[in-house]
């Protein structure tokens, strides 16, 4: 009787000790933060099909920017290419947008969007570097 009466309290402090144990070997085996998803390249095709939401931005979008920035070999860094853009983000959006609207190196004036709006360019700027709309 005293003895399966103290197996019960054994079994009963082992169980409330042993969950949180296990759990917390369970999150020191994975690790606490899970390391980021590796990037992805796009594919030429994936990239191509990638668009502004807005259809006015997105007809602008495909008469200028992805002429250079959808297309490898351009010089350009290419739309939702992370690790292209991470450099370019770190800058700063005036530095970028003054970029754009000077001009700068294979890049023409306005990237060859003469009736882009600095908020057009702003969105456009935002897409190219992530791939998606506002
Ligand atoms: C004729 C080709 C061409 C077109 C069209 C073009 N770009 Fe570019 N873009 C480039 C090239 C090449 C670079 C890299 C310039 C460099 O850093 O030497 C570039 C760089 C950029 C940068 C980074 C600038 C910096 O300071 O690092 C941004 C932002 C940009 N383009 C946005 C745009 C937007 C928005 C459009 C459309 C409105 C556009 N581009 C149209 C060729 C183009």
């Known amino acids: 009787m005293f003895k399966s009466t103290a197996c019960n309290a054994m079994r009963q402090r082992l169980r409330a000790c042993s969950r949180p144990a296990a759990l917390s070997l369970l999150v020191a085996v ?11 390249a796009l594919t030429p095709a994936q990239r191509e099909s990638l668009h502004p939401a807005d ?7 495909d008469r200028s ?23 370019r983000l770190a800058r700063g959006d005036a530095a970028l947008l003054a970029s754009v609207t000077q001009g700068r190196g294979g890049m023409p004036p ?12 702003r969105a456009l ?6 791939g998606a709309s506002r």
């Open 125 to 130: 700027i935002h897409f190219l570097a992530t």
């Open 55 to 61: 259809a006015a931005l997105a007809a602008r979008y």
């Open 30 to 40: 994975a690790g606490c933060t899970p390391p980021p998803p590796p990037a992805v």
């Open 110 to 121: 306005r990237g060859l969007c003469p009736d882009c709006s600095d908020d057009d360019l």
């Open 65 to 87: 920017c992805a002429l250079c920035h959808a297309r490898a070999g351009s010089g350009a860094p290419l739309v939702a290419d992370a690790a292209a853009w991470a450099p």
